[in-house]
């Protein structure tokens, strides 16, 4: 079956960093995706990993271990406007993507 | 401006009363895709469509239909709203040869039905 975990909640000061964990069993696995939501807003894109390792955007990093099927976003130096919810989303080799229901990070100053 | 509109951006409605939600692009994406999110659920795939003409059931397409006859627009339709069917619904669209891990999310349709 598939399934995807990453933790609900995450709360951290201004400047700090975060490492938003996603673990992950999916058929077909092809590549995991990162996408931040806002408040009341759209989903945005914000990193993709197909190959192992990790991928600098930024401030924010996303890595990847196929053979553990896990992945991890790194935000770094936070900012107030980074207090939002982030969705992992493997992407599967049949053009489908699954969204995790999200963590809600909150950033206080 | 390069943008996914949906329309309407609210709506509210009784049981069984059919209803549209109209999804277009402008920027010549071949993927498309509708999404409806509830809290604690995350996004969760309704329908998906690869090009004209070609749409694919996701992981939630009971009580939804939608269409694909033309490159830019892909409204969902629901024949027969009921409650369970409150929810924020998202269109999003993306180029095929890219793949669909990177999608363009329209603003949302918030969906009430009493």
């Known amino acids: 079956g598939q399934s995807l975990e990453q933790p609900s909640e995450v709360t951290a000061v201004e400047g700090a960093i975060v490492q938003i964990n996603c673990t992950y069993q999916?058929?077909?696995?092809?590549?995991l995706s990162w996408y931040q939501q806002h408040d009341g807003g759209a989903p945005t894109f914000l990193s993709y990993?197909?190959?192992?390792g990790l991928e600098e955007t930024g401030r924010f990093s996303s890595f990847l271990s196929r053979s553990d099927s896990y992945g991890y976003l790194l935000l770094q130096e936070l900012q107030m406007k980074d207090s939002a919810s982030y969705f992992c989303?493997?992407?599967?080799?049949?053009?489908?993507?699954?969204f995790g229901a999200g963590t809600t990070v909150t950033v206080r100053a | 401006e390069a943008q996914v509109t949906q329309n309407p951006r609210y709506l509210i409605t009784v049981t069984g009363k059919k209803l549209t939600v109209t999804c277009s692009q402008n920027?010549?994406?071949?993927?498309m895709s509708w999404y409806r999110q509830d809290p604690g659920l995350g996004l969760r795939q309704i329908y998906y469509s690869m090009n004209v003409e070609v749409t694919d059931k996701g992981d939630v397409p009971e009580g939804y239909k939608v269409s694909r006859k033309e490159k830019r627009n892909f409204p969902l339709i629901l024949e027969s709203p009921s409650p369970n069917q409150t929810s924020l619904y998202f269109c999003a669209s993306t180029f095929l040869a890219g793949g669909p891990h990177e999608q363009y999310f329209g603003p949302g349709t918030r969906l009430t039905v009493t």
């Open positions: 990993n197909a190959l192992d």
């Open positions: 989303a493997p992407r599967s080799n049949d053009y489908k993507l699954s």
């Open positions: 999916t058929s077909g696995f092809y590549g």
């Open positions: 920027m010549n994406h071949e993927y």
